[in-house]
């Protein structure tokens, strides 16, 4: 069976980072593919008054002219080689002494100096991380692709990398296109995010404002909200700046009332509302005198530990999934079968159009 596939993209990346976020088979390694020469696309990619490549006028400038780093989640270190060796292999085109003087300089900075004699199997994951950037940036590159080079590590080594990264750029500003899955990730690097579907970019901008509030479901889904539902605006609240919406409920004819925040829509317009489970309070008795608007009656299915948090699945007419500690699970001695409620702020309900 003949797969095809269409990367249709087309962006501004400025100095700093540029993250690239998406399910796999998103087209976020085909991007980094073809800006650094080992996929062939249509179009063009200019890399300030560089034109790298068009396909009109047939320029095609060859993968070791174009000056690009290239880190790959699987790092390629050559394991005969030492960190030294390893950091050195891009300049071999230079002077015995400027070779010596960059990678120095570069171990330095990436803080594997005292590596410089040992082989990629004798140190950490975390210091295999650093060669293979130090590797990339020694020969001074226009852009840096990264394709998850972090994945694996812990969340603090992966912050001291980040850091160590972001200050080396300060002084060279050069794009950065990072790859990653990891929604902590994309919030952490903190610059500018495209989020790809199916080889397009669906939505673009700052992080917090692309995960926290998005326009469209798989953006959602990616950025983390358990819940979603079809939604139907049922009544129009202008005085007080929200939507009723109602959501269908198992039982045929049935349904949950959402008070939402305002949006352009009139009554009768079909949306999905997203809501994280870490944003829903769950309560034994049920709760009186708040200032949430949604207050909902239900029955405590499942309960599940991942890690150090609980996810509990409460049937309310639709099943909704709630976070919680380890703590508040044992306070409340929760069981499954048993009465609970659920609190949702109206603003943790976010409306996204179908």
């Not at 989640?73 to 015995?96: C, I, K, M, S, W």
């Not at 798989?218 to 929200?242: K, M, P, Y």
Request: hydrophobic residues 45%; contains cysteine.
């Amino acid at each position: 069976m003949e797969y095809s596939f269409t990367l249709e993209v087309e962006f501004v990346a400025p100095p700093g980072f540029t993250i690239l976020f998406g399910a796999s088979g998103s087209g976020k390694t085909t991007l980094l593919d073809c800006v650094v020469g080992l996929a062939i696309p249509q179009g063009r990619i200019v890399v300030g008054d560089r034109v790298l490549f068009d396909s009109d006028t047939k320029i095609d400038v060859p993968v070791p002219l174009r000056s690009i780093g290239y880190v790959l989640q699987d790092l390629a270190l050559f394991p005969h080689l030492t960190v030294e060796q390893n950091v050195e292999y891009g300049l071999t085109h230079l002077p015995r002494a400027q070779q010596k003087e960059r990678s120095s300089a570069m171990l330095r900075e990436f803080r594997i100096d005292r590596l410089r004699g040992q082989r990629p199997s004798q140190i950490s994951g975390g210091e295999r991380q650093r060669v293979a950037l130090a590797r990339s940036l020694v020969t001074h590159p226009c852009v840096l692709l990264l394709d998850e080079p972090l994945s694996g590590l812990d969340a603090v080594t992966k912050a001291k990398i980040i850091d160590d990264l972001r200050r080396w750029n300060t002084d060279r500003q050069i794009p950065i296109l990072y790859v990653t899955h990891s929604r902590d990730e994309v919030i952490a690097l903190g610059e500018r995010v495209l989020v790809l579907e199916d080889g397009r970019i669906v939505a673009q901008g700052v992080p917090h404002e692309v995960l926290n509030a998005p326009s469209q479901e798989s953006v959602a889904q990616l950025a983390g909200f358990e819940n979603i539902f079809e939604a139907l605006v049922w009544l129009v609240h202008e005085d007080r700046g929200t939507l009723t919406c109602r959501v269908p409920a198992k039982t045929a004819g049935s349904f949950v009332l959402l008070e939402t925040p305002l949006i352009r829509a009139e009554a009768g317009t079909l949306l999905r509302v997203g809501i994280r489970a870490g944003d829903i309070l769950l309560a034994i008795s049920e709760p009186q005198g708040l200032s949430a608007r949604n207050v909902l009656r239900g029955w405590l299915i499942s309960m599940e530990r991942r890690d150090v948090v609980v996810f509990a699945t409460v049937d309310c007419g639709i099943e909704i999934q709630v976070q919680m500690t380890l703590a508040a699970r044992d306070a409340l001695r929760l069981n499954e079968g048993q009465e609970v409620w659920l609190v949702i702020k109206t603003h943790s309900c976010h409306l996204m159009r179908r």
